[in-house]
């Protein structure tokens, strides 16, 4: 059995591209950083960033064009997929990217990286929730049959 899964929990370093391919399919490209704290050896506080490409496709793709900016948090869900061409100068290059199949935003409307409320978004899905508030309902203790 082979498994190719990739979650993380980023902010966004800077504002998306939306572009369309030759054949009028949308494609949406972002760069997004998480970071990774520890204490080494000799007690001392360590933090490392890492950057990884993103690449949405379709509707997610939209969405994620017209809703994502530089700052936000923002969870992705996907595979990773290297590509290769060969540049004008001649030489093979790799690129590494994680190819995006589930997407939350994470910050709420004019929030950058704080973790608010969350927007579960796939390429299944047919459109944008309004709300949270609409997304769940709150059960009081008379509604409970025994």
Not at 37 to 54: I, L
Not at 87 to 92: I, L, S
Not at 98 to 108: F, H, P, T
Request: include cysteine; glycine fraction near 10%; charge should be negative.
């Amino acid at each position: 059995m082979d498994l190719n899964k990739v979650q993380i929990i980023g902010n966004i370093t800077q504002d998306v591209e939306l572009r369309q391919t030759p054949n009028g399919q949308n494609v949406c490209t972002l760069s997004i950083a998480t970071n990774r704290n520890w204490t080494d050896g000799s007690g001392m506080k360590q933090e490392q960033a890492e950057f990884h490409n993103v690449v949405l496709w379709g509707k997610l793709s939209e969405i994620a064009g017209q809703y994502l900016q530089k700052g936000k948090k923002v969870y992705i869900e996907g595979r990773l997929q290297t590509r290769n061409w060969e540049a004008q100068d001649g030489t093979k290059r790799y690129r590494t990217e994680i190819v995006g199949e589930n997407m939350i935003m994470l910050s709420g409307a004019g929030e950058s990286n704080n973790m608010g409320g969350s927007t579960p978004m796939t390429n299944d899905t047919p459109a944008v929730k309004s709300s949270k508030a609409k997304q769940e309902e709150e059960i009081s203790v008379e509604d409970i049959p025994f």
